[in-house]
């Protein structure tokens, strides 16, 4: 007698990109079946077994991807700072605009003074344009706050983005981000008052899912980045952290030995880093909207991480000073025009490399049997044309958990 499978949904009529192994892998004519929010079974619908299902869905042609992944962001933020934009574009310095009270410390000051349910309003009005082209995951740094009070004001609008949308949200403490006006000349002080209280109030408020700082001249040197890993480590959270932006302080291969998720940006990255990072299993995270918004002209070292089996994420950076993104689509074609990225190894790093840096590789960014059913349906020919059109918003049905998200 032939068993059948029982599932709340099939959906089939498209090419199926499952993104396995970081590769298209496509199925032809495939079909999708979802239980409780998970795929119980893929494959080519001319092959699919005895399948019972609550709702069927039958496209007429195009692909289905995997839901996308948006691993590196600064959503959650006060006030915004497209008036320091305007002035660099008409000749004013970063450190004229810092002196007139600019910078990131505008945007410490923003936050600080802003409502949780500001916030709030706030960052729903950036996170949509990323659900309207197929995000179902999104990181969500801290970071603007610099206080307990206030760094845990961020993680937990954070946290409620994912209670009032269908999105799935990771949350990272970045309370080490940048040094705060009261502690200035106090840096050790303050790097005391992250390990000793910001962080251990996170992780156990269950406000953070892991932990980053910015390892860079003008933020925190390597010591004082190893000292916040160690009260991660201590508090049971994974380490993720800004690496190699401006110059090479070997930080990445200081995350590869705590065995980070991910290290993000790297344009100074050498192929020692590389190599340190092929051994952690610590993934490239390429932010290639703070690269053309701040004219870089020292492109990440792509060639290093392919030829040590560095998987390599794309992300949106989306913050209000180095990358007011709200494209996660429009940054996997800068991957390709500016880093020399492939489209498949830029749909790989927002799909499942974008998952290994959030921890989720086991459940999310391929569509295999026992993964989160989270995928998008889009009228296109082929994958490649998610790097190819720039702007506008392509058409697409997102499916979160198994259903079609309104």
């Given at each position: 007698m032939t068993s059948v499978i029982h599932c709340d949904s099939l959906w089939q009529g498209a090419d199926i990109v499952t993104m396995r192994d970081g590769k298209y892998h496509t199925i032809h004519q495939g079909a999708i079946a979802v239980r409780n929010g998970e795929i119980v079974w893929i494959g080519e619908q001319a092959s699919m077994p005895a399948i019972s299902a609550s709702n069927i869905v039958t496209f007429d042609g195009g692909i289905i991807t995997p839901g996308l992944i948006d691993c590196h962001t600064h959503l959650v933020f006060g006030g915004d700072r497209s008036g320091e934009f305007e002035q660099r574009l008409n000749g004013v310095s970063y450190a004229e605009i810092a002196a007139q009270g600019g910078?990131?410390?505008?945007?410490v000051n923003a936050t600080r003074d802003t409502s949780e349910a500001q916030l709030l309003e706030q960052a729903l009005f950036r996170l949509q344009p990323l659900l309207a082209e197929g995000v179902t995951c999104v990181e969500i740094k801290s970071g603007y706050g610099l206080t307990p009070q206030s760094e845990l004001k961020m993680l937990r609008v954070a946290r409620q983005l994912a209670e009032l949308l269908a999105i799935e949200v990771k949350t990272t403490c970045l309370a080490a981000h940048a040094l705060p006006p009261e502690y200035r000349g106090r840096s050790d002080d303050y790097i005391q008052l992250v390990c000793d209280?910001?962080?251990?109030?996170?992780?156990?408020?269950?406000?953070?899912?892991?932990?980053?700082?910015?390892?860079?001249?003008?933020?925190?040197?390597?010591?004082?980045?190893?000292?916040v890993f160690v009260a991660a480590k201590a508090a049971g959270l994974p380490v993720k952290l800004h690496a190699e932006q401006l110059s090479p302080l070997a930080g990445s291969s200081l995350a590869a030995r705590y065995q980070a998720l991910s290290a993000d940006h790297l344009e100074y990255a050498t192929e020692a880093d590389a190599i340190a990072m092929s051994r952690a299993g610590t993934v490239a995270v390429l932010l290639p909207g703070a690269y053309y918004l701040l004219r870089e002209t020292q492109c990440p070292p792509v060639e290093f991480f392919r030829k040590h089996g560095v998987p390599m994420a794309i992300a949106s950076d989306a913050n209000p000073g180095t990358s007011p993104a709200l494209s996660l689509r429009l940054m996997i074609n800068m991957a390709c025009t500016l880093f020399h990225l492939t489209p498949e190894e830029a749909l790989a790093g927002v799909t499942l490399h974008a998952a290994q840096a959030l921890g989720l590789r086991e459940s999310h960014g391929s569509l295999e049997t026992g993964k989160k059913a989270d995928f998008v349906h889009w009228p296109l020919s082929r994958p490649a044309e998610l790097a190819y059109w720039l702007g506008g918003q392509l058409p697409c049905t997102i499916i979160f958990r198994g259903e079609v998200r309104q």
């Open positions: 910078g990131i410390i505008s945007t209280t910001i962080i251990p109030q996170a992780a156990e408020a269950g406000l953070a899912d892991a932990v980053d700082a910015f390892c860079e001249h003008l933020a925190f040197s390597p010591e004082q980045v190893e000292r």
